[in-house]
């Protein structure tokens, strides 16, 4: 194989790769505004205003034991074409950092939980992660994963009744 060819091949392969790259990068852009601009599926609208009343199936307060984490989730209610509830969360005296956030959160069809807050420095947090539950009409405990390829949970929140909270807060 002569020099010759193998510097046409070099730039041959540059010139294709930035191409690639330009048109996903174009691409990404354009579905992006794409899905900014869209108004919103006529089927969703009937959704939300056939099911218009608050979900509360989530509503209270859970902790993660292993990480002395609590989180309190309020109901689920209609907002933008979907449904959005109060957060907070902070961490007991076993944590390793103690850390606390209030914010927003939802869970989407796909089994996700999407959360937006700021912490108790100032700063604005959103993030997701996908979650299970063990028993969707009744749910007492939601396990948190970092992806959703079998990895085990991250964080296993379970269920507390008030009065317990209480009791737990008043020793801290």
Not at 63 to 88: A, F, I, N
Not at 109 to 136: L, M, Y
Not at 147 to 165: H, L, Q, R, S, Y
Request: aromatic share 12%.
């Amino acid at each position: 194989m002569s020099a010759q060819g193998t510097i046409i091949r070099y730039i041959t392969t540059v010139v294709i790769v930035g191409i690639a790259v330009l048109t996903a990068t174009a691409s990404y852009n354009t579905w992006k505004e794409i899905g900014q601009v869209v108004p919103a599926d006529a089927r969703a609208s009937a959704y939300f205003e056939q099911y218009s009343e608050p979900d509360c199936r989530f509503e209270g307060t859970w902790h993660d034991w292993e990480r002395d984490e609590w989180m309190t989730l309020g109901c689920l209610k209609v907002k933008d074409q979907h449904r959005e509830g109060s957060y907070s969360s902070a961490t007991g005296p076993r944590a390793i950092s103690q850390v606390s956030m209030q914010g927003t959160y939802r869970i989407d069809g796909e089994g996700f939980i999407h959360i937006a807050g700021q912490d108790s420095e100032g700063k604005n947090h959103d993030f997701s992660a996908p979650i299970s539950v063990e028993n969707a009409e009744y749910p007492t405990q939601v396990c948190f994963a970092e992806t959703t390829e079998g990895i085990p949970c991250t964080a296993f929140f379970i269920w507390k009744k008030d009065e317990v909270i209480a009791r737990a807060l008043d020793r801290n």
